[in-house]
């Protein structure tokens, strides 16, 4: 479904990306995960059309992102970006509703086929009953949440997701891994998310997509790709590698966790 091959892409003469190779597949769920600032959401914004990439091809069914226009790429492709501003004063509903504007013609109102999309997004992104509620008004999680569902009223073919766990407890984490994952399966959607929590990623993706200095170092199921020694190399901090008793997923926590000391010690107390 997505393909990117050789991708080279930047900013004003510095190199980001160098020679990206990645493919999603539908009904696929990918982990990109790496160091701050490695090129995660560079990558994304290339898939997206919004960053111009120098070099590679990215393909959606084979058809180039360079041949398609905004709109195209729209109905194609939605993107629950990290840390989205949304207009103050617009209900949780309208923001849903939002997602539908890539399949309106100019000047078409939204009707009841619409409204039962956007309804069915705000369902599953568990947002439905703060569909009332100004966006201003709501917490970091809710207002996450409510992104997550106007992606899905979009209907994409493929979801690119920029951290989107960041703000929910450790629930809606779950849920919206959950989601996102029946999602590929029921709607033979392609997911790429960018993830920070390696052993939540774990419990979930189909793949892992490790990054480092503009490169994909690793890329393969989980317990292939979340090694001590891959670890240590990218993210230069030694861990432990342990089995879930359950699923037998990776789980990593540090290798050494220091005493606090008598101050912090005194305050968590």
Not at 149 to 164: G, M, N, V
Not at 186 to 209: G, K, P, Q
Request: glycine content about 8%; hydrophobic content about 45%; aromatic content about 2%.
């Amino acid at each position: 479904m997505l393909d990117i091959r050789g991708l080279h892409a930047g900013y004003k003469g510095r190199a980001v990306l160098r020679g990206i190779d990645l493919p999603v597949d539908r009904g696929e769920l990918v982990a990109l995960a790496g160091p701050n600032g490695c090129g995660k959401t560079t990558l994304l914004r290339a898939i997206s059309g919004v960053h111009v990439h120098a070099a590679g091809a990215i393909t959606i069914d084979s058809v180039s992102v360079r041949e398609l226009n905004p709109a195209q790429i729209a109905r194609r492709v939605a993107v629950v970006a990290q840390g989205a501003t949304l207009p103050a004063r617009f209900s949780a509903f309208e923001i849903a509703l939002m997602g539908r504007t890539p399949h309106l013609r100019l000047l078409q109102s939204e009707g009841a086929h619409d409204v039962r999309i956007v309804r069915e997004a705000m369902q599953r992104a568990d947002c439905w009953e703060l569909r009332s509620r100004p966006v201003d008004e709501l917490s970091g999680g809710e207002r996450q949440r409510v992104i997550i569902a106007r992606a899905l009223a979009q209907e994409p073919d493929l979801l690119l997701l920029d951290e989107p766990t960041s703000h929910l407890d450790l629930a809606h984490q779950a849920e919206t891994f959950r989601l996102v994952l029946s999602l590929c399966r029921e709607r033979s959607l392609a997911a790429l998310a960018v993830v920070h929590d390696l052993t939540l990623a774990a419990a979930y993706v189909d793949r892992i997509a490790l990054m480092h200095d503009g490169r994909i170092v690793a890329d393969g199921p989980p317990g292939n790709v979340l090694t001590v020694d891959a670890i240590g190399r990218v993210y230069g901090v030694r861990v432990s590698v342990l089995r879930h008793p359950t699923t037998g997923r990776p789980v990593v926590v540090p290798d050494v966790v220091d005493e606090p000391s008598g101050a912090l010690r005194e305050l968590a107390t």
